[in-house]
């Protein structure tokens, strides 16, 4: 009350004043209606009701997620998802299920198995068509555009056969 008091006996103008103490014009203008309107008791310190964000999930079906995951401890994420939509009635993103997971310490680091090629196929053919091969690749023309190769090659015969 005192800053609107000290604003409206200013010889410096509202805007001029308010920049000098370094008040927002808005903030001023809101504490001004509240006084009009309710007198002192406008101004006085209100609890804020905290709004939950449109785009969080709230807490009691993170819960549910957690309780889900605790229950199937063999599905993935994906899966859990699935299961949460078809059973709890709510839509959650498997990205979301991984991120509350993830967050409570349920997702344990991936065990990696680590894959090399080998120069020939571990069970050899023994017949015709029983695997193809197939590899694409393509050419630039200069002047003129693009060509793309196709093979299916054979296996066993090598043999190419398109």
């Known amino acids: 009350?005192?800053?609107?008091?000290?604003?409206?006996?200013?010889?410096?103008?509202v805007n001029r004043t308010l920049k000098e103490l370094g008040i927002h014009k808005r903030t001023f203008y809101n504490w001004y209606k509240q006084s009009r309107e309710m007198g002192y008791e406008g101004l006085e310190a209100s609890?804020?009701?905290?709004?939950?964000v449109w785009n969080q999930i709230p807490d009691e079906h993170k819960e549910d997620v957690v309780h889900a995951a605790l229950d199937l401890p063999e599905y993935s994420c994906r899966e859990l998802a699935a299961h949460i939509t078809d059973n709890y009635k709510l839509f959650i993103s498997e990205s979301s299920v991984y991120i509350i997971l993830k967050a409570r310490g349920m997702i344990t680091a991936p065990s990696y198995m680590t894959l090399s090629a080998s120069f020939s196929f571990?069970?050899?053919?023994?017949r015709t068509n029983e695997m193809w091969q197939t590899d694409f690749a393509y050419f630039k023309i200069v002047g003129w555009?693009?060509?793309y190769l196709s093979t299916v090659l054979d296996e066993y015969s090598r043999t190419i056969l398109a």
Do not use: N
């Not at 571990?122 to 023994?126: E, G, I, L, Q």
């Open 1 to 13: 009350m005192e800053i609107i008091k000290f604003v409206e006996d200013s010889d410096l103008g």
């Open 47 to 52: 609890e804020r009701v905290q709004q939950r």
């Open 122 to 126: 571990k069970y050899k053919t023994t």
């Open 145 to 147: 555009g693009w060509y």
